[in-house]
């Protein structure tokens, strides 16, 4: 499809784009007087003013303002502090700029000159980043600033929505994205700042309305966006520290509110870092719990089973007493099904897990013992103390586990002496 086609050509062009205007911008910087750059300055911002102000789009003026840029190399955030930014500072370039960029009664001409806009003030954002990079504040504005431009891009979803995509909007969409990744992937090259902003950019893509659920082409858009992201930032990131385990599990969190399962599938089995991540012990625990909690959570852990996609899981114990733990007999039964010998594993104490759920799991346990029997636990084991199955059915607490599980011909009792 020329989609995948267009993202893996346009991505590398304009990577060399970004660092041509990059290198120029900061070039023509150096060769002015400063009466000449103060002018210029002034230049720009009536330039700007008179864009905020023109009920009459002027396709002139925002030719001057772009060439003041990158031609001249005129900083519009000259004077703006750390805590500020043309992104947050003036977000209503931004809303211009996506509200008619994809307005489809404009001319190709005009699109241009818009897309050279946008282009202009990234570069200008890139650049004061790269300038300020010491500087506390500046770690998260990538949060603000290119977070900020692609949900602006929202506004491309009212023609992708329509049966018939028009493929020259559908490929500027593609275009500003992918520089704009360009430009994070230029300005930040340590391993703290990459893990950031690759969270920052999955977020954004991931939270935006950009997306739209049953549409291929969007489908396919965000798809190509991700695994951009991912191989990108996978030369860069050798192994996600826990430190970013509470950004991630948001991420995921947000993710199975908005049903996106697809998505949630697509980044475990498409990124090692990913998957390497959620398959430690301590995030597999935290991981579990979360796709419990709610009725899409528990469609997605369905689906990670029946692709048989926890087999790395499988030297982690811990999970499976877990769902033994809160009576997950659904979920038991499809996991001893693709992985019977589980059945076997052994807690700290020698418990299987039979004896485990006597001794350790409170409830009604009837409907989960039946079924750990019938897949084949072994009734005559004896844990690290020595007690076996038929020594914990007759504590006291067990009495009325015992005689179901009789009754319903589940186990054979022969001789047992009840009262002591």
Not at 113 to 120: D, I, P, R
Not at 146 to 168: A, C, D, G, P, R
Request: overall charge positive; aromatic content about 12%; some cysteine.
């Amino acid at each position: 499809m020329f989609i995948t086609v267009h993202f893996k050509e346009k991505y590398f062009q304009l990577g060399n784009e970004f660092q041509s205007k990059m290198d120029t911008f900061v070039a023509k910087q150096h060769e002015h007087t400063s009466s000449e750059t103060n002018e210029l300055r002034y230049q720009l911002q009536n330039a700007l003013q008179k864009l905020k102000e023109s009920h009459n789009v002027d396709i002139q003026n925002i030719a001057r303002i772009t060439s003041l840029i990158l031609t001249h190399g005129i900083n519009v955030q000259d004077g703006v502090t750390a805590e500020q930014g043309i992104f947050s500072m003036d977000p209503f370039i931004f809303k211009f700029i996506s509200c008619h960029l994809f307005t489809l009664n404009n001319s190709q001409l005009f699109r241009h000159h818009v897309t050279e806009l946008y282009k202009a003030l990234v570069i200008c954002d890139g650049y004061r980043l790269r300038c300020q990079y010491s500087n506390p504040y500046t770690r998260n504005i990538i949060s603000h600033g290119f977070v900020y431009v692609i949900n602006e891009l929202k506004y491309m979803k009212y023609h992708l929505s329509t049966h018939s995509v028009n493929i020259q909007l559908c490929r500027m969409l593609i275009d500003l994205i992918l520089f704009t990744i360009q430009c994070v992937i230029h300005t930040f090259d340590k391993n703290y700042w990459s893990v950031l902003n690759f969270i920052s950019l999955l977020q954004s893509i991931c939270f935006s309305e950009l997306i739209i659920h049953n549409n291929c082409v969007v489908e396919i858009i965000t798809k190509e966006i991700f695994k951009l992201l991912f191989d990108e930032y996978a030369k860069k990131i050798g192994v996600i520290e826990s430190y970013w385990k509470d950004q991630f599990f948001k991420l995921i969190k947000k993710l199975i509110e908005q049903k996106r399962i697809d998505e949630i599938l697509f980044f475990y089995q498409y990124n090692q870092q990913i998957k390497s991540f959620f398959d430690t012990p301590d995030h597999t625990q935290k991981l579990i719990r979360l796709l419990l909690g709610s009725r899409v959570g528990r469609q997605l852990f369905d689906r990670f089973l029946k692709k048989k996609l926890l087999e790395s899981w499988l030297i982690y114990k811990e999970w499976i007493f877990y769902l033994v733990k809160k009576r997950e007999i659904g979920f038991l039964k499809i996991i001893f099904d693709i992985y019977p010998s589980l059945v076997h594993i052994l807690d700290k104490d020698g418990n299987d897990l039979l004896l485990y759920t006597c001794l350790k799991v409170v409830g009604p346990r009837y409907s989960l013992m039946r079924i750990l029997i019938q897949a084949g636990c072994n009734q005559q084991r004896e844990n690290g103390l020595g007690q076996t199955l038929m020594d914990a059915l007759q504590l006291e607490p067990n009495r009325d586990v015992l005689e179901f599980l009789k009754n319903e011909g589940v186990i054979k009792v022969n001789n047992l002496n009840l009262n002591k």
